[in-house]
């Protein structure tokens, strides 16, 4: 069984940083894309940055420069250091990974996700 574990987030304020961190554990074969989405109240979930297992990151235009997504290849952490946060950034923020478990095949595994709060 795989699980994804998220800590952090919170209520902050604008201007302020915020680490969100997930942790995979579990039967594992190995692990593509790892990343985080988050959705704000009556909107559709969205993506925020994804880091594949070459090192390549993609970031959604609305947090370049802000946001930086890394990745811990020997704990199967991945890392999102929030920079500079507005009230817009505020939303739930769902760790996402592309995982294939042993004997199966790669799917999309979510963690439950976390309250990001921005505002003052």
């Known amino acids: 069984q795989v699980q994804l574990v998220e800590s952090g987030g919170g209520l902050v304020q604008p201007g302020g940083s915020l680490r969100l961190s997930c942790v995979v554990s579990?039967?594992?074969?190995?692990?593509?894309?790892m990343g985080w989405y988050r959705q704000a109240p009556g909107k559709e979930r969205e993506l925020v940055a994804t880091i594949y297992s070459g090192g390549s990151t993609n970031y959604a235009d609305s947090v370049k420069g802000r946001f930086t997504v890394s990745r811990d290849h020997a704990t199967n952490t991945v890392s999102l250091q929030m920079n500079d946060l507005k009230p817009e950034d505020t939303a739930v923020y769902y760790c996402n990974a592309q995982i294939r478990p042993r004997g199966g095949h790669q799917v999309d595994y979510w963690g439950q996700g976390t309250q990001v709060t921005v505002s003052s």
């Open positions: 579990g039967s594992i074969f190995s692990i593509y894309g």
